[in-house]
């Protein structure tokens, strides 16, 4: 217990005191004291360099040295199909007048601003003749299986058989039909 009269806080003062002696920090000390530049080069030197990174494991060294860019025609044109079979296969079974409209719109677009200008100019002279039937889910991905057939007949490639378009473009997996659209596949009055 402190004497009476005495501060209650003086020992820790007096410890904190001595503790900033010893680091040469003493309250009368100007900043650009002597002994202080010691410290205050420390503090402002640049960090030291890191050590060189590991090399990369592997299978990321694989996946570096697989080719990214440019793509190639097939490639796009691949991958170009397979995003629209599997929107065709989320397609709602009951679409809203909106949906219905979106699918046209959205192969009207790929028409025109398709990175191939060939296959844009062909692709337009395909949708004139086909129209994009877009009513239900089985409709709209049956006819972008036969328009892809159309595209496959002019390029010389297998015929693809659309009865088994479900099987090869299905829904995808994703748990408690997480991925649907919303009000996908519920009866739901047009909007
Ligand atoms: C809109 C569009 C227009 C194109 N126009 C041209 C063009 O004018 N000239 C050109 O050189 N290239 C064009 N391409 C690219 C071309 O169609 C192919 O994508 C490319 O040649 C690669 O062919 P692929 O043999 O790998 O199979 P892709 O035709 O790309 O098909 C991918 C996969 O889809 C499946 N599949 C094939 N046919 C069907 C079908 N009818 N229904 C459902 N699934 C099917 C098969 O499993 C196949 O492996 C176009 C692509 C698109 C998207």
């Not at 058989?161 to 009055?189: F, T, Y």
Request: hydrophobic share 35%; net charge positive; glycine share 4%.
């Amino acid at each position: 217990m402190a004497p009476s009269g005495s501060n209650p806080l003086g020992p820790v003062f007096q410890t904190v005191a001595a503790f900033s002696r010893r680091l040469l920090i003493a309250p009368d000390t100007a900043p650009d004291d002597h002994r202080l530049r010691p410290l205050l080069s420390l503090s402002l030197s640049p960090p030291a360099p890191l050590p060189p990174a590991p090399p990369p494991p592997p299978e990321v060294l694989k996946q570096m040295d697989t080719k990214v860019a440019p793509l190639t025609k097939e490639e796009v044109g691949r991958a170009t199909w397979m995003l629209l079979h599997t929107i065709a296969a989320q397609f709602p079974d009951e679409p809203t007048r909106q949906q219905k409209r979106d699918a046209k719109e959205l192969m009207a677009l790929l028409s025109r601003i398709y990175p191939c200008k060939e296959c844009a100019d062909h692709f337009k002279e395909v949708l004139k003749a086909n129209p994009v039937q877009a009513g239900s889910q089985a409709e709209f991905s049956q006819w972008l299986c036969y328009v892809h057939n159309v595209v496959n007949r002019s390029l010389g490639k297998t015929i693809f058989p659309c009865q088994r378009v479900n099987a090869r473009w299905g829904k995808l997996d994703c748990p408690d039909r997480a991925c649907d659209l919303e009000g996908s596949n519920d009866i739901v009055p047009n909007r």
